[in-house]
């Protein structure tokens, strides 16, 4: 495995992605959140478990201050034009029979409006804390047809039990934590809040590499 610090031009911008590069033929694609970088824990763990399995991982570096200082329509838009302008890059250079996307927050704006689309049918996706106050969001998700997981905190700012009701129409395994806020800690809580960590961490192993049911 090696690092590979990469970038596309965009228009007047330059969007830069780091490349965990292997020769594998599966691949999975980070949207980080606003303020929640690939250093952070979720991320972290994410990308050790998915180098571990030999996965080519892309860090998506598209969060910059202008983003802001956009209505917010305008701003996911343009948000999912700089993240589909990388997967195109990362996809026009090798053919990979897998892809898989984890996103966090503002991340998950992309991928819904993707998963909306219907592109990559056969990626399976991880969310964490989507934007579930967003109505468009929300029928989105729930008219899906990804398979993956939804994890999100019932004292998330972004929680509604009636959005996670409806998300529960799509093929995503939902998973509501109790306690847990928009960074899935439990307050200041060290131990509780690792116990989390490490239960999400398993679920996205078990949601991204399914085991094939034996035949009799």
């Known amino acids: 495995m090696e690092i590979r610090r990469c970038q596309v031009q965009l228009d007047d911008q330059t969007i830069a992605y780091n490349h965990y590069y292997s020769e ?5 694609f980070m ?11 979720y991320f972290y763990f994410s990308r050790m478990m998915l180098l571990k399995r030999d996965v ?5 570096q598209y969060v910059s201050d202008d983003l802001f200082s956009l209505p917010d329509e305008q701003g996911d838009a343009e948000v999912s034009r700089r993240i589909e302008a990388v997967i195109e890059d990362v996809l026009h250079s090798r053919t990979y029979k897998t892809i ?7 991340g998950t704006v992309p991928l819904v409006s993707m ?12 969310l964490l804390t989507p934007l579930l106050k ?14 993956g997981l939804l994890v999100i905190g019932d004292h998330d700012r972004q929680f509604s039990p009636e ?7 799509s093929n995503l395994v939902l998973e509501q934590i109790k306690g847990a806020n928009h960074s899935l800690d439990l307050d200041f809580e ?3 809040s690792l116990q989390v960590l490490g239960q999400i961490m398993q679920r996205t192993e078990e949601v991204l590499f399914p085991v094939p049911v034996k035949e009799n």
């Open 24 to 28: 594998s033929d599966e691949v999975c």
């Open 31 to 41: 949207l980080s959140g606003a303020g929640y970088a690939y250093d952070h824990p």
């Open 56 to 60: 080519n991982v892309i860090e998506i």
């Open 100 to 106: 898989h996307f984890i996103a966090k927050s503002l």
């Open 115 to 126: 998963m909306h689309r219907g592109l990559f049918p056969e990626a399976r996706v991880v």
């Open 134 to 147: 967003d109505p468009a969001i929300v029928e989105a998700i729930a008219n899906s047809q990804h398979h």
């Open 163 to 169: 959005a996670l009701e409806r998300c529960g129409s």
């Open 190 to 192: 060290v131990g509780p």
